[in-house]
């Protein structure tokens, strides 16, 4: 699989575990629009999509409604919940070995630029990625394919089958489809392997390790 040279992930479920935070924060926006909702697993559907779809679906808010939900969420999230947000113990190894390969590795995510960056601050692993593109604030850019595309259209050096994306949900699966990159669909995160298999993926990896060997056919230590 050595023919890939711009590697892109995505950011909640598949570099990190963030259901703490994001639940407790979409918690907080329902109960502040008046809806009472305890149980956290149930705020998992929440992880990948972008909160305006995510809210519009699942309580039926309308477009002034999911404005006003999304405003509570991010005073809540930028205060506490982008903290509360765990590295899986395998992703700095994995992108240590990836950019000690050469390959350049990017992050697509829905979540806005803004935030991702300083998750991955935080973390301490900004420094892997060449590009961090999210969506914008007022919620333009946020559909996976926008994102990708905007990635494909920033290393037009590349041709499209030296791209692949790496997400755990089937919004990053349908962005790769629509844009004609190859993608792997991983099954440690919240997407369940139905839906990631109903989207086609190019390959499905149970584990970042696998990711690696599949990448580079050999193990990182």
Do not use: W
Request: proline residues 4%; glycine residues 8%.
């Amino acid at each position: 699989m050595s023919k890939y040279k711009v590697i892109l992930f995505d950011l909640d479920g598949t570099l990190s575990d963030p259901k703490e935070g994001i639940t407790k924060s979409v918690q907080y926006a329902l109960d502040k629009m008046g809806i009472a909702e305890p149980d956290l697993d149930k705020l998992e559907c929440f992880i990948g999509p972008p909160l305006q779809v995510s809210f519009a679906e699942y309580y039926h808010f309308n477009e002034e409604e999911t404005q006003k939900a999304i405003q509570f969420y991010r005073e809540r999230f930028k205060e506490k919940g982008m903290y509360e947000n765990m590295l899986y113990p395998d992703t700095r190894g994995l992108l240590q070995s990836l950019q000690g390969q050469g390959f350049i590795l990017a992050v697509a995510t829905s979540k806005p630029t803004v935030f991702a960056e300083q998750i991955l601050e935080y973390f301490q692993i900004s420094k892997y990625f060449e590009t961090i593109i999210g969506s914008n604030l007022d919620g333009t850019r946020s559909a996976k394919a926008e994102i990708i595309q905007y990635l494909i259209d920033n290393y037009t050096e590349y041709a499209l089958e030296e791209f692949i994306m790496i997400g755990d949900r089937k919004h990053d699966l349908i962005g790769a489809n629509k844009t004609g990159i190859d993608s792997i669909g991983v099954t440690y995160g919240y997407g369940s392997l139905e839906e990631l298999n109903d989207e086609k993926p190019t390959f499905i990896a149970d584990s970042l390790k696998q990711v690696n060997m599949m990448l580079l056919e050999k193990p990182f230590s």
